[in-house]
């Protein structure tokens, strides 16, 4: 059974910094495609960041997040991990950590918000102006 509990959120002032985590269990999280989404009052989820699984550990960024964000891993513990620095008002939502199974390379790198398969409970980030 696949369980991903989020934490590090928090309230923070427009230009700062936080860094999200993601303990999976019942899936290796190098092997597989993950993903951080988020979701702002009334507005549906969008993906933020993925991560493809292997080695290589290919990243896709939305362009709203490129350049401020980073999505990475840590192996050892099994963690999916984002670091958001330069924080707007916009970025305030509440953000889910999320994995597909079987899903590899450009399936993983372009999949729909609607495909992953567990997510977590989310980590609420408050950006004040």
């Known amino acids: 059974q696949v369980q991903l509990v989020e934490s590090g959120g928090g309230s923070v002032q427009a230009g700062g910094s936080l860094r999200l985590s993601c303990a999976a269990s019942?899936?290796?999280?190098?092997?597989?495609?993950m993903a951080w989404v988020r979701q702002a009052p009334e507005k549906g989820r969008e993906v933020v960041a993925r991560l493809v699984a292997g080695d290589d550990g290919v990243t896709f960024y939305a362009d709203f997040v490129k350049g401020r964000f980073t999505i990475s891993r840590d192996n050892a513990k099994n963690t999916l991990d984002l670091q958001m620095n330069r924080l707007k008002p916009e970025d305030t939502a509440m953000y889910y950590c999320?994995?597909?199974?079987?899903?590899?390379?450009?399936?993983?790198?372009?999949?729909?918000?609607?495909?992953?398969?567990?997510w977590g409970q989310g980590t609420q980030v408050t950006v004040s102006s």
């Open positions: 999320a994995v597909a199974l079987g899903r590899y390379y450009n399936d993983c790198y372009w999949l729909a918000t609607a495909k992953y398969d567990s």
């Open positions: 019942g899936v290796v999280v190098s092997g597989s495609c």
